[in-house]
């Protein structure tokens, strides 16, 4: 099997495991990268008084996962550019109102590629946390992610692991055909 089609299949089943619960867009494009898949998960939670009538509160949560697929050498400067592209974008699916509370932003980027220790270093320290409105809108945390299939591997930084633990027991459980 080619690389090519190793990552596609990966990617492929990937975004078939995002399908239970998130909205999956396939075939996308933020700036100038190509999204394989886009996935968007939202909740919103509410507590009433008595009857729906009186809304004590209500809250929003959501995630959302970018994708991209690098075919040639993983550098650091793919990893920024992609996060910046994110970054550039993401305000489009954040909502605008006072009940927003949390938005989770995963970055991921599938390779089949030897990577040096710096790039490794880069994804494993980079987490952006940012307050909108100073808190009174929420929050949004933003990580990097890189899956590599060359030896079955997830670099996230510790705070993001527990939003890539079904992605690394699918790695670990089932493997990707080779």
């Not at 990552?7 to 998130?22: C, P």
Request: proline share 2%; hydrophobic share 40%; charged share 30%.
């Amino acid at each position: 099997m080619t690389k090519t089609s190793k990552i596609s299949t990966f990617v492929n089943e990937l975004a078939n495991k995002y399908t239970a619960l998130f909205d999956v867009y396939r075939d996308e494009k933020l700036d100038e990268f190509s999204l394989p898949f886009m996935a968007i998960y939202k909740r919103r939670d509410e507590r009433y008084m008595l009857s729906k009538k009186i809304k004590v509160y209500g809250v929003e949560n959501q995630q959302l996962v970018f994708t991209s697929v690098c075919q040639e050498k993983i550098t650091s400067n793919y990893i920024k550019e992609f996060q910046k592209a994110i970054k550039a974008n993401m305000f489009e699916y954040i909502p605008e109102d006072d009940e927003h509370m949390s938005t989770i932003i995963l970055g991921i980027t599938v390779i089949d590629q030897e990577i040096d220790e710096k790039t490794v270093k880069e994804v494993k320290r980079f987490r952006k946390l940012k307050f909108l409105k100073f808190g009174f809108h929420g929050w949004l945390e933003m990580y990097a992610v890189l899956i590599n299939l060359k030896d079955n591997s997830v670099y996230v930084h510790p705070k993001g692991k527990p939003f890539v633990k079904s992605i690394e027991k699918m790695l670990k459980g089932e493997g990707v055909k080779s």
